[in-house]
């Protein structure tokens, strides 16, 4: 069985379930779990991350990772799903939008602020999918969630005169959401036409395999690609285990940090979790403070070999 994780780039109009059943399929089927850390959506390209194995567990981790996209933004009118797949809401006409006007709404649209997510959109509204919800003809009751966006950079005019802009972002931003509010802040309606998702953390669009769902990779392409689980570990605070603590965390008993050997500080919060790498297992846990002292308390342990 494989174990750890794989990066794809997905092309345009691939669902990511599509992605991790083709991939399932060629490692083995029903004997090789596979699962993605964050879906992105049919009309996106670049990075879905997979996880094989016992690193399926690290899920969570990995959507903790900060992403970098690059989206193109249509104004003149907003879509039913925020994005070009949706059906318009007024009349389609391309609207031109003055570039001093869109770069001093950007920085409002940047760090932590409220943000509504499309009514096509995964987010539960009372246990069930919005999408469901809103391809039913049901209104979902959507309410604004904080979102983290680090950074817009505008990257100017593509050659259909839509805007292209550079975001980086944490957890539950949506982009559609982005492009939808910016046209307002306009006055002017607009929608999302293009989005390539260029990493997730470290990992990222351009060192990824190339995937196509209908035309899929064979075992041996799948395979070569798989990392071990110890590559997550550069994105968080972590540490290096001796045999000693590495048993310790292993049978889920604590391991004071003062025994172990600083590893890097990531780019993830202390607080989302630290990680441990010995020689056969990554322990994923959480920092806590006892006896006056910072101790690292496992919530999971992942082997590090790619062949279990």
């Known amino acids: 069985m494989y174990n750890g994780i794989l990066v794809l780039d997905k092309i345009y109009g691939a ?31 670049g990075t879905l991350v997979l996880l094989a194995g016992s690193a399926t567990r690290l899920s969570e981790a990995v959507m903790n990772l900060p992403k970098s996209y690059l989206a193109r933004v249509t104004f003149g009118w907003e879509t039913s799903t925020d994005d070009a ?4 809401l007024s009349e389609p006409a391309p609207a031109a939008y003055d570039e001093p006007a869109l770069l001093g709404a950007l920085p409002a649209f940047q760090g932590v602020r409220l943000q509504t997510p499309p009514r096509v959109s995964a987010v539960k509204v009372d246990g069930a999918r919005a999408h469901k919800l809103a391809r039913s003809g049901r209104e979902p009751d959507i309410r604004p969630r ?21 975001v980086r972002c944490h957890r539950g931003t949506y982009v559609r959401s982005l492009a939808r509010d910016l046209g307002r802040a306009l006055g002017a309606g607009a929608h999302l036409s293009g989005l390539r998702r260029l990493n997730v953390g470290c990992y990222r669009a351009e060192e990824a395999l190339p995937y196509n769902p209908q035309a899929p990779a064979s075992e041996a392409e ?38 172990m050997r600083f590893r890097n500080p990531g780019v993830v919060p202390v607080d989302e979790g630290v990680m441990v790498v010995g020689k056969e ?28």
């Open 15 to 45: 669902p990511s379930r599509g992605c991790v059943t083709a991939v399932s399929k060629a490692l083995g089927g029903r004997k090789q779990k596979i699962g993605h850390a964050g879906t992105l959506d049919t009309s996106a390209s």
């Open 85 to 88: 797949t949706g059906e318009p």
């Open 146 to 166: 904080p979102v983290n966006v680090t950074s817009i950079r505008y990257l100017g005019r593509d050659e259909t005169g839509a805007a292209r802009l550079l």
């Open 222 to 259: 799948l395979a070569a690609r798989i990392q071990s689980v110890e590559s997550l570990a550069s994105q968080y605070y972590s540490y290096d285990a001796n045999a000693f603590c590495e048993k310790r965390l292993s049978n889920g008993l604590g391991v004071y940090v003062s025994f």
């Open 281 to 308: 297992h990554l322990c994923l846990g959480a920092l806590r403070v006892e006896n006056g002292r910072a101790v690292i308390c496992p919530q999971a342990n992942i082997p590090t070999a790619v062949r279990l």
